[in-house]
């Protein structure tokens, strides 16, 4: 029986950004969900990602506006790093992309068999587009570095979400960070949520953010937008660029009966030491909680 031969399609670009730069940026899932869209109005709401010959990676694309999304994924064939990614999409469409260092820059170069669905201009345009949004993004002096910290708790995942995110307990646990922090608003997908405490003397402070995505017992993704400074929301200026489009990410698996917990976020250098402090205390604290 004859086949019928798939067409192959390359892209590439390069970006002003050494290799391990763009390799981390390229890889990471909080990265990704910064990167990974072809145009402003849209967005990818998750992001997983197990980087090695066997692994799998899943990422969930969406209309800003909510009126289309879908999933993403595929498994690795080979994984060579600083190199080569090779992957099947659950297709079966093979992807091929390379990365060649330079002085100081990194050629990307992504070869993909085409699907039947859609005209081929219309597919290259479009890997094309987040190809460039990719190098855009990884050519930021201020890339934020994403931080990692997870750990066991010996309760059902459904316990650890709800307890994660219930007022009372949500206090109880990030009094590691503020005694007095707390939540107004709703975990729910797309809601407004404030995440403020007092300081010192008195003066109510804190974050003014979006559940970019909550799948129950699974994910949460929260999107901080800017600051707050008692009945004031800042949004944009100087003092809210470093946090505006930032990132914090929790993941949930259920381990043998138990729950990780996996707690990824966007960080910049001036509270880094503060956060690897400070995210250690606060998940004990939830461990404890759920654990009682």
């Known amino acids: 029986m004859a086949t019928t031969e798939k067409t192959v399609i390359t892209i590439e670009a390069t970006v002003n950004a050494p290799i391990e730069k763009v390799w981390e940026v390229w890889t990471h899932p909080v990265h990704i969900m910064h990167w990974n869209n072809a145009s402003a109005d849209w967005q990818t709401t998750f992001a997983e990602n197990d980087l090695r010959k066997g692994g799998s990676f899943s990422s969930r694309m969406e209309a800003k506006d909510g009126s289309f999304g879908f999933d993403f994924g595929g498994i690795y064939d080979s994984v060579t790093e600083h190199e080569q990614i090779v992957y099947t999409m659950g297709d079966g469409r093979k992807v091929n992309t390379s990365f060649e260092a330079g002085n100081g820059t990194t050629k990307v170069t992504t070869v993909f068999e085409a699907e039947s669905q859609n005209p081929i201009d219309m597919q290259r345009t479009g890997w094309q587009s987040i190809l460039d949004n990719f190098k855009s993004y990884a050519e930021k002096k201020t890339t934020i570095t994403p931080l990692h910290f997870e750990i066991m708790i010996d309760a059902p995942v459904e316990k650890v979400y ?116 400070m995210w250690p205390k606060a998940l004990d604290l939830l461990k404890s909680i759920c654990e009682k």
Do not use: C
């Open 162 to 277: 709800a307890t994660m995110i219930a007022d009372k307990t949500y206090q109880e646990w990030t009094a590691a960070f503020n005694p007095t922090s707390k939540y107004k608003g709703s975990w729910d997908k797309n809601a407004k949520i404030l995440f403020v405490g007092t300081d010192k003397e008195g003066n109510v402070g804190g974050m003014i953010s979006r559940i970019k995505e909550n799948m129950p017992n699974k994910f949460i993704s929260i999107e901080h937008l800017g600051l707050v400074k008692g009945e004031e929301e800042i949004t944009s200026g100087p003092e809210v660029e470093a946090w505006a489009g930032g990132l914090e990410n929790y993941t949930f698996k259920t381990v043998d009966g138990k729950t990780l917990l996996q707690v990824d976020m966007d960080s910049n250098e001036d509270f880094k030491s503060y956060f690897m402090e």
